[in-house]
């Protein structure tokens, strides 16, 4: 109890020190102004004016601007090492010394104008409300807080708080455009012409709410390349609200922000992508190069039509003058108004090009694929020692990324700015170091994680790493040692195979390692003949190819029809730790009987429950749950069950159908989970996770270019692994 009391005593004693300090340091800031005014009354430049408040005289009251930021940047830095003295934070530090100063600066000001200008305390606070000064030296005070606090450690709400926070006041630059204001306040720069100042606050407070809207993107991936970039536009935003006048919330607000922002600096700290900044260059010099361009045909048209003479050199010189809002030469002899739009519309082209190159400078990492032989070798031995879930063998699809830690993978693949993953692939007890390591990884670049498929045994370690798993569908996984085809709910499937089996259709299992070229070149046609000229779906529960994995990593059940011709094939991958198969895709050709894939798994189950294998993983029904007949009993469950089902047509989705045929075969479900970071992203991990699964329009548009890599180099064959029987089976239904 005392060790609480001496704390509260001394943190009291602190900001007590503080807040006297607050009032002494300007205060002899102030006077040290009234000290040099004789001494630097005639240094050139804009001064700041009503600096001095108890001098009313004219040309008294003011101070070149660099004198008053010099003194006031002096106090500052002396608040902020008292602020650090007091143990406080960069950010309490800066907003606190911002208010503080700023409050304290009001009072004194308005008791001054009180006295000087005999005038009462309500027209005094409000003409002190309007003084620059105030505004200047508190934003000194607020900066050199920010810099000189002590370091604070970093969290997600800070971080995304902030980013909200500066896409607030990119829109407070959008408004505050659009509203008129009486009159400017120019005392900072009243020896520049009020003609030139106000037209160009006006011009560059848009461009900064747009760039400050974009960098709040940057921002909430943490990108520091954003931070500073949003830092230097708060910075002039407030600056620009300072000089249009004569309210100056927008100014206080933007530069509360600015100074939270900085403050904040350690919430930033994963550089931009380096591939961007060429690209970023690129796009802005290319962009203010079409813009000069415009300029000189327009030109030339214009004075063409015009009976007036031209000249290259002198157009290109008003292309480049107009970029800075400047009217062309003899502009008085072209049409009425052409000087006005002239550099209104090069100016938009520029600020597109910058927009653009914002963009791109601090947008996500660009995934770039390096896939070799080596690191194909080594992902497949990790499989092959660790992959006991079923989705494990899909890790090796050669349009994804292998992240390796310790003895563990994670394949995954990146999606504008989405890394669609699966779970790790590893020894049991790396796993939760493996989602930290890959978090750690993707969050460096600015990549959002989405887990597609997560198993239910890894959920808790998910949200340890602060991940939210969401129930996502059930995969369907046959027991080969309990299934049957006795009983009632096994009758439909049991007559489809019966019938195969009376119209002579046999079924041969062959592992891939052992498929001569005449029957690969068979199995190819049928996979081609089944895709339709269309692409190949799945990401998640199905290899790129047939003939992906080879050796003993993968078998295929063929059915042949009574001519001996392939009529179809399911392609399984094996899960050699839990000696488990699991279906990647079952082509047919279009002319083959109804009840034929039924038939073929059920000839797989046989084959694998008399090999030592004793599951098979099926299709997975996404949203199983909600799509079972009953389920949906209140009335938000019927909502979302149409919205599926309507979602289902629209984009030609397997979902009630599949779980129908899931369920011929009487399964056991086992859940699979969707993991996010924030539930706010779901809109974006959705697009991203059905783009990379095929399912939507253009899917290729939003994966970008790419997606598909070229086929690996040649492998030398490989022993291929002890096999508990013979490789090849063939019969028909057990």
Not at 358 to 378: D, K, Y
Not at 511 to 539: C, H, I, N, S
Request: a positive charge.
């Amino acid at each position: 109890m005392a060790s609480r009391v001496r704390t509260a005593l001394g943190a009291a004693g602190r900001a007590a020190a503080v807040a006297l300090a607050v009032v002494i340091v300007p205060a002899l800031a102030t006077g040290w102004l009234y000290w040099l005014r004789a001494r630097v009354a005639s240094w050139p430049g804009p001064r700041v004016h009503d600096a001095l408040p108890l001098d009313e005289l004219p040309s008294h009251d003011s101070v070149p601007l660099l004198v008053f930021v010099a003194v006031f940047a002096i106090a500052g830095v002396i608040l902020g090492l008292a602020a650090r003295a007091a143990r406080l934070d960069r950010l309490a530090a800066g907003l606190g010394l911002a208010a503080g100063v700023g409050a304290w600066l009001y009072v004194a000001d308005a008791i001054c104008l009180f006295f000087v200008r005999q005038i009462p305390f309500g027209p005094a606070f409000r003409a002190a409300a309007g003084l620059q000064p105030v505004y200047l030296a508190a934003a000194l005070a607020g900066v050199a807080g920010a810099l000189l606090g002590r370091g604070t450690g970093s969290g997600a709400i800070a971080y995304r708080l902030l980013a909200w926070l500066v896409a607030v006041g990119g829109l407070i630059d959008l408004i505050s455009v659009l509203l008129p204001r009486r009159h400017a306040a120019l005392g900072l720069v009243e020896r520049i012409g009020p003609g030139i100042v106000d037209p160009a606050v006006h011009v560059l407070l848009a461009p900064a709410g747009v760039l400050l809207l974009i960098g709040s993107r940057g921002l909430m991936r943490r990108n520091r390349r954003a931070w500073g970039l949003c830092v230097a536009l708060l910075g002039l935003s407030a600056a620009l609200s300072l000089l249009r006048g004569s309210d100056y919330s927008a100014a206080i607000v933007t530069g509360l922000i600015a100074v939270a922002l900085l403050a904040s600096r350690q919430e930033f700290p994963f550089r931009g992508d380096p591939a961007a900044e060429p690209s970023a260059l690129l796009r802005l010099a290319g962009m203010l190069a079409a813009a000069i361009a415009y300029g000189v045909v327009t030109l030339f048209a214009y004075r063409t039509v015009g009976g007036l003479p031209f000249s290259l050199t002198a157009a290109l010189w008003d292309s480049v003058r107009a970029l800075a809002g400047l009217a062309p030469h003899g502009s008085e002899y072209l049409p009425a108004g052409f000087a006005g739009w002239f550099p209104a519309s090069e100016m938009s082209i520029a600020a597109i090009g910058v927009a653009w190159a914002v963009w791109v400078w601090i947008r996500p990492w660009r995934q770039r694929l390096f896939a070799g032989a080596g690191t194909l070798a080594q992902a497949e031995e990790i499989v092959r020692r660790w992959g006991g879930d079923t989705l494990a063998p899909f890790a090796l699809r050669q349009d994804k990324q292998w992240f390796f830690t310790g003895q563990s993978l994670i394949a995954y693949r990146v999606v504008r700015g989405v890394a669609v993953s699966g779970d790790p692939v590893g020894p049991a007890g790396e796993a939760g170091d493996a989602i930290a390591a890959f978090l750690a990884h993707a969050r460096s670049r600015g990549w959002h994680v989405v887990v597609l498929g997560a198993a239910g045994g890894l959920l808790d370690t998910y949200r340890e790493h602060g991940l939210r798993p969401l129930y996502h569908g059930d995969e369907a996984v046959i027991d080969t040692a309990a299934f049957c085809l006795a009983g009632r709910t096994m009758r439909t499937i049991r007559q489809a195979a019966r019938r195969l089996d009376r119209n002579g259709y046999q079924a041969e299992v062959v592992m891939a390692g052992d498929v001569p070229p005449a029957l690969r070149a068979e199995l190819t046609a049928v996979d081609q003949a089944w895709l339709r000229g269309g692409t190949r779906k799945g990401f998640t529960m199905e290899l790129d190819g047939p003939f992906r994995l080879g050796d003993g990593d993968a078998l295929f059940v063929i059915g042949r029809d009574a001519g001996g011709r392939v009529a179809g094939f399911l392609h399984l991958a094996v899960c050699r730790p839990s000696r488990s198969l699991t279906l990647s895709s079952m082509p047919r050709r279009a002319d083959t009987p109804n009840g034929f894939n039924a038939w073929l798994i059920i000839n797989a189950t046989a084959w694998a429950g008399e090999h030592g294998f004793g599951r098979i993983s099926l299709n997975f029904s996404p949203f199983a749950g909600l799509l079972t007949a009953g389920a949906a009993r209140t009335s938000a469950r019927r909502i979302e069950r149409r919205a599926l089902l309507r979602l289902k047509d629209m984009l030609a989705l397997q979902l009630d159908n599949l779980l129908r045929f899931n369920r011929q075969f009487s399964p056991a479900w086992l859940a699979r989970y969707v993991v996010v970071e924030h539930r706010a992203d779901l809109p974006r991990v959705a697009l991203a996770a059905m783009a990379a699964e095929g399912y939507l329009p253009y899917a290729g548009l939003i994966r970008g270019a790419g997606w598909s890599p070229p086929e690996p180099p040649a492998q030398a064959p490989r022993e291929p692994p002890p096999q508990p029987a013979e490789p090849q089976w063939s019969g028909g239904r057990r």
